[in-house]
T-cell receptor, first 113, second 115 residues
């Protein structure tokens, strides 16, 4: 069955520190891969997506993600976290041939000043 | 264009009552999706429309749930005989499906509480 695993439920970092959020997926082929962010009271916002080509993708707000086929991973990174990055982050896959998204359970990021 | 709009933002209802939510997608977006998000979980796909046609329904969508998109614009999601387990955030998203994997834009959701 198709699934997305975000092993870290909650991560706390200091402002200015680097960040890596993990995402692993289970799917027969390489699906479309997405990272969304959800701030309190806000809708889900797309940070970045991977379809094919360069395995390092750049997104908005200084985020990037690297697709590693051998590890079935699509980890999200940011070199220097800002207090405004505190939010819930969701990894999602879009199985080929469909337009629905399968989301992970999310990682809540807390940023200390 | 103000993005995907959902109404109401919050709904409290008694168990057994019927509720209806509305979603107004981004203009000219031909695809509209409904997801459900419970506390501590990621959104789960419920159903989606291309124009007025409902193309896929999740097994999560029991026969108490019905969704419509009568003119290919706004959509409604109705839950009949609500149960406490229906308490969740109901999210709507829309996209212009010109190619696979097109970005979906999400609304802020309707939070349903069944008491």
């Amino acid at each position: 069955a198709q699934s997305v695993t975000q092993p870290d439920i909650h991560i706390t970092v200091s402002e200015g520190a680097s960040l890596e959020l993990r995402c692993n997926y289970s799917y027969g082929a390489t699906p479309y891969l997405f990272w969304y962010v959800q701030s309190p009271g806000q809708g889900l916002q797309l940070l970045l997506k991977y379809f094919s080509g360069d395995t390092l993708v750049q997104g908005i707000k200084g985020f990037e993600a690297e697709f590693k086929r051998s590890q079935s991973s699509f980890n999200l990174r940011k070199p220097s976290v800002h207090w405004s990055d505190a939010a819930e982050y969701f990894c999602a896959v879009g199985p080929l041939g469909t337009d629905k998204l399968i989301f992970g359970t999310g990682t809540r990021l807390q940023v200390f000043p | 264009d103000t993005g995907v709009s959902q109404d109401p933002r919050h709904k409290i209802t008694k168990r057994g009552q019927n509720v209806t939510f509305r979603c107004d997608p981004i203009s000219e977006h031909n695809r509209l999706y409904w997801y459900r998000q419970t506390l501590g979980q990621g959104p789960e796909f419920l159903t989606y429309f291309q124009n007025e046609a409902q193309l896929e329904k999740s097994r999560l969508l029991s026969d108490r749930f019905s969704a419509e998109r009568p003119k290919g614009s706004f959509s409604t999601l109705e839950i009949q005989r609500t149960e406490q387990g229906d308490s969740a955030m109901y999210l709507c998203a829309s996209s212009l499906a010109i190619s696979p994997g097109t970005e979906a834009f999400f609304g802020q959701g309707t939070r349903l509480t069944v008491v």
